[in-house]
């Protein structure tokens, strides 16, 4: 889920750019310290938004720089248990497909495809379902939901999520619009 914080802060400028303009200075080192990062309880910083810097600042003695408060909105992503996502699978291992769900991948576990007898196909870098006839390939795009989320640390290599595809309307998107023209279709009546 996206949504966006307000985050409190304090930055701390060099004199080499105390002749910029405040806010750019601080913009710049607010992104180098915050997006990309996970922040526990809040989520992943994607991005930094709007910025208002204390034209006041403080020097504290032995370093040239001073120091300002900053308050700033940030575009934060957080995977939530449950939550349905659509993304595109970008690898094919022996025991799953990774999905780019935002900033982020995403695991679908071998056993969480599909309600079938999975097989990895190496050459072809592909998870082949054997009854369906069904294929999962690097470039698809699925729909899954979200079952486990894990941020143990602060950077995004710390974050785990396990996804699944194993329930009604959730898999490739190709295959969602295959079992609702099934399901759309007439039922055909037997003549006697």
């Known amino acids: 889920m996206y949504y966006l914080a ?88 022996d025991f799953g497909a990774f999905v780019r769900i935002g900033p982020i991948d995403g695991l679908v ?13 190496k050459k072809k870098g592909e998870l082949l379902c054997k009854q369906a006839r069904r294929k999962l390939s690097k470039g698809d795009s699925v729909r899954a939901r979200v079952v486990t989320v894990s941020m143990t640390g602060m950077k995004l290599s710390d974050v785990k999520v396990g996804l699944t595809m194993r329930q009604p309307f959730l898999g490739k998107l190709e295959w969602i619009a295959e079992d609702l023209k099934k399901e759309k279709a007439p039922a055909k009546v037997k003549e006697k």
């Open 109 to 121: 576990h071998i056993s969480q495809v599909a309600d079938d007898y999975i097989s990895y196909d």
């Open 6 to 93: 307000t985050i409190s802060d304090e930055v701390r400028i060099l004199p080499s750019r105390f002749s910029e303009k405040l806010e750019d200075v601080a913009f710049d080192s607010l992104r180098s310290m915050y997006e990309g990062v996970v922040i526990k309880g809040l989520g992943i910083v994607v991005a930094i938004l709007g910025v208002k810097v204390s034209p006041v600042g403080k020097i504290v003695p032995g370093d040239g720089a001073s120091y300002h408060k900053v308050k700033f909105e940030a575009l934060v992503y957080a995977p939530v248990e449950g939550e349905v996502v659509e993304g595109e699978v970008v690898d094919i291992v």
